[in-house]
C-alpha cells in the first residue's frame, strides 16, 4: 500500500508539474494574443490612413486632370488661333508683296512719263 501510495503522489505531482507548464504556456499565449490584437489595431489604423491618403491623392489627380484637360482646349484654341493668325499674316504679306510690284512699277511708269515730259 506505501508503493500505490508513492505511485500515486510521483503521479499527482507529475501531472501538477503538466498542469503548471499548460498554465505558463496559456499566460505566453494570452500575452502574444494581446500583443497580436493590439497589432491588428495599429494595422487597421494605419490601413484607415492609407485609404484617406490614397482618397485625397485620388481627389487631387481627378483635379489636376481637370486643369490639364482644361489648359490643353486652351492651347489648342490658342494653336487654332495662331494658325489663323499665321495664314492672315502670309496672305497680308503676299498682298504688301503685291501692292510693292504695283508701286514699283507706278514708279517705273510715273519716272518714264516724267522722262517724256522732260525730252517735249
Known amino acids: 500500500m506505501g508503493q500505490v501510495l508513492q505511485r500515486k503522489e510521483k503521479e499527482s505531482s507529475s501531472l501538477n508539474g503538466k498542469i503548471e507548464d499548460e498554465q ?3 499566460g505566453k499565449l494570452q500575452t502574444q494574443i494581446k ?3 493590439a497589432r491588428l489595431e495599429e494595422l487597421d489604423e494605419e490601413l484607415e490612413g492609407e485609404r484617406g491618403a490614397r482618397a485625397r491623392a485620388d481627389k487631387g489627380r481627378g483635379q489636376l486632370r481637370r486643369e ?14 495662331t494658325a489663323a493668325q499665321i495664314a492672315l499674316n502670309t496672305r497680308r504679306e503676299e498682298e504688301l508683296g503685291k501692292l510693292k510690284m504695283e508701286l514699283d512699277e507706278n514708279n517705273i511708269t510715273h519716272e518714264s512719263t516724267l522722262a517724256m515730259l522732260r525730252q517735249k
Open 35 to 37: 500583443e497580436l490584437q
Open 68 to 81: 490639364l484637360d482644361e489648359l490643353n482646349e486652351k492651347l489648342e484654341e490658342t494653336g487654332s488661333n
Open 24 to 26: 505558463t504556456l496559456g
